[in-house]
């Protein structure tokens, strides 16, 4: 098998409370990509964004790790545990701050099956480097 074409995608619950102080319930899907090892992708529907249209935000497999047991992350994306049994994902955009709340047995499988792909410090990193100095010359 082509691990380079390998991604994991699972489906999880949230919790979505904006500035507004709404609260709405979103479906949201957890991918992890071993052609992108470092990174998780956190999409998330039209109806639970600001423009109406289908977001991602993409953040660090290990921020997700470390946000599980302890307050982590800096700049545009936070993460702490809220209780044993929920995580908060904090997103910053100019648009404004969204939070989220998961249950953190749901984040502990996603992140399970993405080691499953990828064992954690087997990240292939100097393709990662290259894809994203391609990204930032927009060679890619």
């Known amino acids: 098998m082509d691990l380079a074409h390998v991604t994991v995608r699972q489906t999880a619950r949230a919790r979505l409370f904006t500035e507004e102080e709404r609260e709405v319930s979103v ?17 998330f529907p039209p109806e639970a964004a600001l423009q109406g ?63 499953a792909v990828v064992a954690p410090g087997s990240e292939d990193l100097a393709s990662a480097v290259d894809r994203g100095l391609d990204a930032l010359l927009g060679k890619s």
């Open 27 to 43: 479906t949201a899907t957890l991918r992890y990509t071993s052609a992108d090892p470092l990174a998780v992708h956190l999409d």
């Open 53 to 115: 249209e289908p977001v991602t935000w993409t953040f660090g497999r290990t921020l997700l790790e470390e946000g599980l047991s302890g307050p982590a992350g800096g700049g545009d994306v936070h993460i702490w545990p809220c209780g044993p049994e929920r995580t908060v994902v904090e997103f910053r955009s100019p648009m404004g701050l969204a939070l989220l709340q998961f249950d953190t047995a749901a984040l502990r499988r996603f992140l399970l099956r993405s080691h």
